[in-house]
């Protein structure tokens, strides 16, 4: 295993541009999470994928983010119009899939640190 | 909505000491409960799952126990050393709240040597 991997790892943009990270899960997991946390707070939820099925989002998903997950590998999350607010630490898991007496265990990626200025 | 609480946000101890970590949650329909470790400017690792039927979990130096009845779960860190100086975070995955953990807002540790 080689862990779940994010790129890039910092980003600093300008308010109004858009941006995109990447996430990379473990192999062989199907299940896939984006949360964001900011300073000394613990992560919240965004989103989350079953293979290429975006089946969960959370309300603080506005509409200038977008998340997908084409080929149920890889995934992206995009943010349009970048906000001073939406400066965060943008974190991304993946846990196999779910079968009754295993573990639910998530595995966290680096993080992407975004700063919008 | 469930919400989960960490108390204290900060904790100081020297080493050697024996560390007691609380996580308060106010919905006991969890699935299951999680804790975690987070080292500055990093991504979390996971310590310990306890699933909703187990009591306690157990790790090397660390333990985790769950009362689901009065909603609260507690990580002990034996002989606590310098390492384990980290935010310590519990998040709760709840039956009816599809796969997302909701987190608490983390301890904050220091062990001194």
């Known amino acids: 295993d080689t862990g779940v991997s994010q790129d890039p790892r910092h980003k600093i943009t300008k308010r109004g541009q858009n941006v995109t990270f990447r996430c990379d899960p473990i192999s062989e997991h199907n299940r896939l999470y984006w949360y964001r946390q900011t300073l000394g707070q613990g992560p919240e939820f965004l989103t989350y994928f079953q293979n290429e099925a975006q089946l969960e989002k959370s309300r603080l998903l506005s509409d200038r983010f977008s998340a997908e997950r084409p080929k149920g590998s890889f995934s992206t999350l995009e943010i349009q119009r970048t906000e001073q607010g939406d400066s965060a630490m943008y974190l991304c898991?993946?846990?196999?899939?779910?079968?009754?007496?295993?573990?639910?265990?998530?595995?966290f990626g680096p993080g992407t640190r975004l700063t919008v200025l | 909505k469930q919400e989960v609480t960490q108390i204290p946000a900060a904790l100081s101890v020297p080493e050697g000491e024996n560390l007691v970590l609380n996580c308060s949650f106010t919905?006991?329909?969890?699935?299951?409960l999680q804790w975690f470790r987070q080292d500055p400017g990093k991504g979390l690792t996971s310590l310990l799952l306890i699933q909703s039927s187990q009591r306690e979990q157990t790790s090397g130096r660390l333990n985790a126990s769950l009362d689901k009845s009065s909603g609260r779960s507690t990580l002990y860190i034996a002989a606590s050393q310098p390492g384990d100086s980290a935010t310590y975070l519990c998040a709760v995955r709840l039956w009816a709240a599809g796969n997302k953990l909701t987190f608490g807002g983390g301890t904050r540790v220091l062990v001194k040597p």
């Open positions: 898991a993946s846990s196999p899939p779910e079968v009754a007496g295993t573990t639910d265990t998530q595995y």
């Open positions: 919905d006991s329909a969890i699935y299951n």
